[in-house]
């Protein structure tokens, strides 16, 4: 961008010459005339549609528009207005205390003990806040909202981390003196070049509770017909089904995603892995191999070149695939509808419907345009809190070289 | 792990050659990683071969890809069927409409495959395969529409089956095993009286029967064709308004460039959950406005429009080739200018023919993101005039239901273009990938 300025500054003080400042027209007339086209269909179809669907979320509108709301669709979703001001505002005093504990760390100055005084209030009250209006919320709010925020979260936290040490091993592997390193590549990169809605439905048939390949290695096991598990058929949770497995009894609190979202958390792990490995693969590459040379003259073991060199400095790549893989389970549709499709939406029991597929429920199946735009938005919301909060986490621990 | 950093290298590695176990043991993760990547393709196209029957049995390896239903194929033979009125050997069958003609196929010899399905149901050949039922709407032969075979004086199978002249027919070849590896009859002549039959093996039919009906069944050929135009209009879409834009942004000069960049970048961010309810009711509001104004009705709603219009711009792919457009020296622009080369020409006689792996990028990409919609196409069409194949693919799971084998057709029919994509830009793909760090 800077280079840009420098260039525009640069022809002003030239633009005494006629033929030059003519140009210069003609040139910014024919830059906007190769702008139009894109500019247009991203204002029409983008930037317009955000400001259309805030409209839209504050109407009652199902297929027709209704009349005005302002808010009530996101207080019907969030609850009481006081439980969100508790919320809200707990959160952001909580984000405050971070930014002001930061701000000591880095510059300490003669208000230092003010400051840490500050942020320990702020934490304590944003706290305490929290835990005055989140059973509110809970409680005040759309259920169907926070049951489709948890199993979005099981399913971000059943794909993500593994997704991510996994490629990270296979990368490690890749990464050396290997045979076949574009074979190998090839082959891991299939499932994620396949089409989803192909991919999801070999996956079904894969995990089919009376003919799929699973429960027929798994009868060959010698697991008894009876005892082979449903998978997208079971609504009960994965934890419930182990406890019973192992004979122990399990808490229903505690019973974890259901045995169907499982299957569709293998099968967003199936899909990216490939493609993680790949990054991770450039990630690596970057790493310059001195460090390695002069770190194994000082007499570091495999495992020390690992903890010290390698994970440090991927660690950005290892920033863009965390941030990835959780937007990206956040947004999950495709599969998930494929997988459940023959079903009602949110297959068995509600128990695989994320928060995306109780947009598309409420929008498409119930014609509920006004409430699925406030729920949008919400989604929004939780996606860049997220965000905001796993920059900050990874301040300091990510590196770029 | 018993690692030896022994060996001096100068080749610049990151980790030494290791000990054999270490490596054995790489090499035994790295192929079991590829067995459970690659597993599900080989299961769906095991599956794509198999019988009803043969899946619900939970056979692993389907019998049409050994050598048996095709060894020992008698010959192909020529038949004359006389026709009658249906007043005998109706066998216990159900007639549920009246029938004109019928007649009966003698049938000499079967593939050993058949033979010997046939002798599990205690029928032996020579048998005839009966024409129950010639159903015409009208009293020419060549209009008729329904075909009713059935083997022998007990029933082993019945279905009903279209037969045009042109076409292949067989008893029952389209559902189960029986019929896929039996004779196929071709209609060569239709008289009023009498069918002139070529009894013949269908080696395609016979292969790949699961592909030809999940084809026919879901109506594959207009989802590809959907797909196939869809795709390319937004790829090229995406290049035209892309590389203009990029172009403008990389190498012009014109006020509130930097704002408009930001307009661009802050595109970029928009989640697509916000903009999917807005968008469909734009599309719709742009379908009443055409019809009302012009008179034409589906203009967007159902149509081609709809699905690619609004994705015929790609923030990345500006950003992607803005990148690349502004190492382009600027020496060259200026030798350019001196020719005579104005911004359109410099731009596509000069920066295209030089951006060819970008292009190859932004065009694998969006393909392929083309080509895996499925949630706009499900809400924008409702009848199958335009719906793309991944659409069609997801209903056919629902309509062909337990018929696995089908679905698992339907699916290698839907992923072999981007599969042949894939292996022939492998390498473009991987790099593009690796370079760009793109969206999940």
Not at chain 1, 299 to 315: D, F, K, Y
Not at chain 2, 426 to 437: L, N, R, Y
Request: glycine content about 8%; some cysteine; overall charge neutral.
């Amino acid at each position: 961008m800077s280079t840009i300025d420098q260039s525009m500054t640069h022809t002003s003080r030239h633009g005494l010459f006629a033929g030059y400042r003519g140009r210069r027209i003609r040139e910014a007339l024919q830059a906007y005339l190769f702008l139009f086209p894109g500019t247009l269909l991203l204002i029409v179809f983008n930037l317009l549609p955000v400001g259309y669907a805030l409209y839209i979320s504050m109407h009652k509108w199902r297929i027709q528009k209704g009349h005005f709301l302002a808010f009530e669709n996101y207080l019907k979703a969030l609850g009481e207005p006081i439980d969100v001001v508790w919320v809200v505002g707990g959160m952001g005093l909580l984000a405050a205390a971070w930014m002001v504990w930061r701000s000591i760390t880095a510059g300490t100055s003669s208000w230092g003990f003010l400051l840490r005084a500050a942020a320990v209030l702020m934490l304590l009250f944003g706290g305490l806040a929290l835990i005055v209006g989140f059973p509110n919320m809970l409680e005040n709010g759309d259920d169907d909202l926070f049951k489709s925020l948890l199993t979005t979260f099981f399913y971000s936290l059943g794909t993500v981390p593994l997704q991510i040490v996994l490629s990270f091993l296979l990368a490690n592997i890749l990464f050396q003196n290997i045979r076949g390193k574009t074979m190998w590549r090839i082959l891991y990169f299939l499932p994620y070049v396949t089409v989803a809605v192909a991919s999801a439905a070999v996956w079904r048939t894969i995990f089919d509770p009376s003919r799929g390949v699973i429960n027929t290695l798994l009868s060959l096991a010698g697991v008894a017909e009876g005892n082979l598990p449903k998978w997208v058929f079971e609504a009960r949770g994965v934890n419930l089904l182990i406890g019973e497995w192992l004979g122990i009894e399990i808490p229903t609190w505690a019973a974890g995603p259901s045995l169907a979202l499982v299957v569709i958390i293998l099968y967003n792990i199936w899909t990216y892995v490939g493609y993680n490995t790949v990054i991770y693969l450039a990630g690596l590459g970057n790493v310059p191999t001195e460090m390695y040379e002069a770190a194994r003259i000082d007499g570091a073991s495999q495992w020390e070149l690992l903890r010290h060199i390698t994970i440090p400095l991927v660690s950005p790549t290892t920033y863009f695939l965390l941030m990835m893989g959780i937007l990206g389970t956040f947004r999950a549709f495709n599969h998930i509808y494929v997988i459940t499709t023959g079903y009602t939406l949110g297959f068995p029991q509600g128990t695989t419907m994320t928060t995306s597929i109780l947009i598309f429920k409420h929008f498409w199946e119930g014609h509920r345009f006004g409430y699925a735009s406030a729920l949008a938005f919400i989604l929004t919301g939780v996606m860049l809190s997220l965000t905001w909060v796993q920059n900050r986490l990874s301040e300091g621990r990510v590196f770029y070289g | 792990m018993a690692s030896e950093p022994t060996t001096p290298t100068h080749i610049p590695q990151v980790y030494r050659s290791r000990g054999i176990v270490t490596r054995g043991l790489m090499y035994l993760i790295l192929t079991l990683g590829a067995i459970v990547a690659v597993f599900p393709f080989i299961w769906m196209l095991l599956t794509a071969s198999k019988t009803y029957g043969e899946h619900s049995q939970r056979k692993f390896w389907p019998v049409g890809l050994t050598a048996a239903p095709y060894a020992n194929r008698p010959a192909t033979q020529t038949i004359i069927v006389p026709l009658h009125s249906p007043t005998n050997d109706w066998h216990g069958a159900a007639s549920s409409f009246s029938p004109h003609v019928e007649g009966s196929i003698p049938v000499q010899a079967v593939t050993p495959f058949v033979e010997e399905l046939l002798r599990a149901k205690e029928t032996s050949v020579p048998f005839n395969v009966l024409i129950l039922a010639l159903d015409s709407t009208n009293d020419e032969v060549q209009n008729y529409d329904r075909f009713i075979l059935t083997m022998g004086s007990r029933i082993v199978e019945q279905f009903s089956t279209r037969i045009d002249l042109k076409e292949w027919g067989g008893p029952n070849y389209e559902g189960s095993a029986r019929g896929r590896w039996g004779p196929h009859f071709e209609v060569i002549e239709a008289h009023p009286d009498h069918l002139v039959i070529k009894q013949g093996w269908n080696m395609l039919y016979m292969f790949f029967g699961n592909y030809f009906s999940a084809w026919k069944q879901a109506n594959f050929a207009q989802y590809t064709r959907n797909s196939i135009i869809t795709t390319t209009l937004t790829i090229a879409g995406v290049v035209i308004t892309g590389t203009l834009a990029a172009y403008a942004f990389a190498r012009m000069n014109f006020p509130a460039k930097g704002l408009l960049f930001t307009a661009y970048l802050a595109t970029y961010m928009i989640p697509w959950t916000v903009v999917m309810i807005p968008n469909y009711l734009i599309i719709i509001a742009l379908e009443d406005f055409f019809k009302q104004t012009f008179g034409i009705p589906n203009a967007w709603y159902n149509n081609w429009t709809a699905l690619t219009i609004p994705f015929m711009v790609n923030t990345f792919t500006v950003f992607l080739l803005r990148q690349f457009f502004a190492q382009i020296p600027d020496d060259l622009f200026d030798a350019a200018l001196i020719d005579g080369c104005g911004h359109l020409r410099f731009l596509t006689q000069i920066v295209l023919p030089m951006s060819k792996a970008p292009l190859m990028s932004v065009v694998i990409f969006n393909g392929i993101w083309a080509w895996n919609s499925l949630q706009w196409p499900l809400i924008v069409t409702s009848t199958p005039n335009w719906r793309p194949i991944t659409v069609g693919l997801s209903g056919f799971i629902t309509e062909a239901g337990a018929e696995t084998q089908l679905i698992m057709a339907g699916s290698v029919i839907t992923t072999i273009p981007i599969l042949v994509l894939y292996f022939f830009t492998q390498k473009q793909f991987t790099e593009g990938i690796a370079t760009t760090g793109l969206k999940g």
